[in-house]
């Protein structure tokens, strides 16, 4: 019985995480930000909109900063769970190859110095009324 009991609490912790909301963080050390943020607009940002509208992300977002540390450049993407946002995020950087010149591309990817990515599960979040 207690071995029926420990399976059931497990099987209850791997199916609650395993189907919890996610946030991904990107983060970027960029040379040239101006740049690079009017690159993203043009080319990145309406990519990743619209899988928001199209329900297949939850909220995208792009952070920068005055000071801090010299991650100047992050982005971020809410989804129901890991599995959606892996589809989303192929799918998003699939279009966004397709959409954007490829000298763009790799002006982009010069300027990006170094990349770290973090994901998280999301515990608490309020939004107030």
């Known amino acids: 019985?207690?071995?029926?009991?420990?399976?059931?609490i497990l099987w209850l912790l791997i199916a609650t995480f395993s189907n919890a909301?996610?946030?991904?963080?990107?983060?970027?050390?960029?040379?040239?930000?101006?740049?690079?943020?009017?690159?993203?607009?043009k080319?990145?940002?309406p990519v990743f909109d619209k899988l928001v509208d199209d329900g297949k992300l939850d909220e995208v977002g792009a952070l920068s900063h005055s000071w801090?540390?010299?991650?100047n450049a992050v982005a971020y993407y809410k989804a129901k769970d890991?599995?959606?946002f892996e589809k989303a995020?192929?799918?998003g950087?699939?279009?966004w190859k397709e959409t954007t010149p490829?000298?763009?591309?790799?002006?982009?990817?010069?300027?990006?110095?170094?990349h770290k990515d973090n994901i998280y599960q999301i515990k608490h979040s309020y939004s107030g009324k």
């Not at 019985?1 to 059931?8: D, L, R």
């Open 1 to 8: 019985m207690k071995t029926i009991k420990q399976f059931s």
């Open 21 to 41: 909301q996610v946030m991904v963080i990107s983060q970027n050390k960029v040379n040239e930000t101006k740049e690079y943020y009017e690159l993203a607009e």
């Open 43 to 45: 080319y990145w940002y």
């Open 68 to 71: 801090g540390d010299e991650w």
């Open 82 to 84: 890991f599995a959606s």
């Open 89 to 91: 995020y192929q799918e």
């Open 93 to 95: 950087y699939e279009k």
């Open 102 to 114: 490829e000298e763009v591309r790799k002006k982009i990817s010069k300027m990006i110095v170094e």
